[in-house]
């Protein structure tokens, strides 16, 4: 648990900072907990507050207070209810809970008096909100502390790599069933078998998308029926995993019979592959999706799509037809983390242009941030649409290309001061 330790160190360090900052003598930090559907007694899954799951390394702890003041060990007011239809795990000998003064609540009623501590601020969902408006999720507090999980503790670039790993056996898995002819729905229960995370568990709904599927960007079905004998073209998986509640975010995409568009997934990893090897200190994340588009439009010139020079493609906006999201985004305790667009404690925020308006990243990268890199390129029909009649696209071509959808390869990438770590593709953990 060195790590662990050495992260909540610092964790209770830079809260303390932010409380003083902010004006605030203490904090409740509220864990969220299940919300039934309208008219139903049923909830759907519960995401826990990633405020919370910065201090507790638990991803399914529910309708749990952690109580921190300056300079005092934090009280954990940890939810342990006598409940015959569900099954609780009993948490209270896990190693971490020796941090934390821990107080076992059997039942709502024991929880503290939220308004017996004067000038304390209130993070998490207000389902439950027992304090002020003002003093629930300042902006102020919220601010620092964001800024504060921009840059990774040794422990959770960790986790994020262990998260990784777990996702990798997956991939690997719901490929093997896309080699096999089987179903989107069998890639993706292959998956899940071989992370051993449900639905519930992972940090998103999979991406398993085949042929022009792969075109839907965050597409959300995954069809029951396998593809026809000679109608199984391209196989696109955006796909992730857990571990200790910090996400992996990994996308790749294949082709079922080489060809082409296979040279096409072969240039675009190498050319992910260079973006990945571009993430130094320093590096402006914005220069850095320009870059992207250059060298997609490139590609797209190389194979006959464009008919004009990329740096027309991408000073005419043209480019963001065939690549209209960001580069990529932070990535830890939230897929898409936190600050992507806000620069420091104060909150200063530097939009992205115009002409990139879905980049959720505008940094300038810096030691222990981690980051997404996810270039891509689809044949979008109402993208197309958009278009049509473009002398400076090959319609033909497209046509040819529309029915494989489209090309995403995406890696989790940690900034060093020795250069840029691939925790995707690493075998050896960082920490």
């Known amino acids: 648990m060195g790590l662990y330790t050495d992260h909540l160190t610092y964790v209770q360090a830079e809260t303390e900072k932010a409380l003083e900052a902010s004006g605030y003598d203490g904090l409740w930090i509220y864990s969220g907990h299940p919300v039934n559907y309208f008219l139903d007694d049923m909830p759907p899954p519960q995401a826990i507050n990633p405020h919370f799951k910065w201090w507790i390394p638990e991803a399914h702890i529910t309708s749990s207070v952690i109580h921190i003041r300056s300079g005092q060990q934090p009280r954990l007011y940890l939810h342990q209810p006598a409940d015959f239809w569900h099954s609780v795990a009993d948490l209270t000998g896990e190693k971490w809970t020796r941090h934390f003064d821990v107080v076992v609540v059997k039942d709502y009623r024991q929880l503290p008096n939220f308004n017996s501590e004067k000038n304390h601020a209130w993070i998490g969902s207000t389902e439950l909100q027992p304090l002020s408006p003002e003093d629930t999720n300042p902006v102020t507090l919220l601010n620092h502390i964001h800024n504060a999980r921009v840059k990774k503790t040794a422990y959770e670039i960790h986790c994020v790599q262990k998260a990784n790993q777990i996702a990798l056996r997956g991939h690997a898995a719901a490929k093997n069933a896309f080699d096999q002819g089987l179903s989107e729905f069998d890639a993706h229960l292959a998956y899940m078998q071989a992370t051993g995370q449900n639905e519930a568990e992972l940090p998103y709904g999979n991406i398993v998308a ?43 995409t294949y082709a079922a019979n080489g060809g082409e568009f296979g040279e096409m997934i072969d240039a675009m990893d190498s050319i992910q592959q260079a973006l990945c090897a ?33 740096e027309e493609a991408v000073d005419s906006g043209l480019s963001g037809t065939f690549f209209p999201h960001g580069l990529g985004h932070f990535i830890g305790l939230q897929v898409h983390d936190v600050h992507g667009h806000i620069l420091d404690a104060a909150g200063t925020e530097k939009k992205p242009p115009e002409s990139f308006p ?28 958009q278009v049509s009649g473009d002398k400076r696209i090959n319609w033909e071509k497209v046509d040819v290309l529309k029915p494989f959808g489209g090309i995403r390869i995406e890696d989790d990438v940690c900034v060093t001061e020795n250069g840029p770590v691939n925790l995707t593709r690493s075998e050896t953990l960082l920490y």
């Open 210 to 252: 085949y042929n022009n599927n792969a075109s839907i960007l965050h597409y959300q079905y995954q069809n029951t029926l396998p593809p026809a004998v000679g109608e199984r073209h391209s196989f696109l998986i955006d796909a992730g995993a857990n571990y200790r509640g910090y996400a992996a975010d990994i996308t790749r």
């Open 278 to 310: 571009s993430c130094t200190v320093g590096a402006d994340y914005v220069a850095l999706h320009r870059q992207t588009h250059l060298k997609v439009s490139a590609l797209l010139q190389t194979h006959g799509v464009l008919n004009c020079t990329p």
């Open 358 to 385: 879905f980049l959720r990243l505008t940094h300038t990268l810096d030691t222990r941030m981690v980051v997404t890199i996810e270039p891509g390129l689809y044949f979008i029909p109402m993208l197309l649409q």
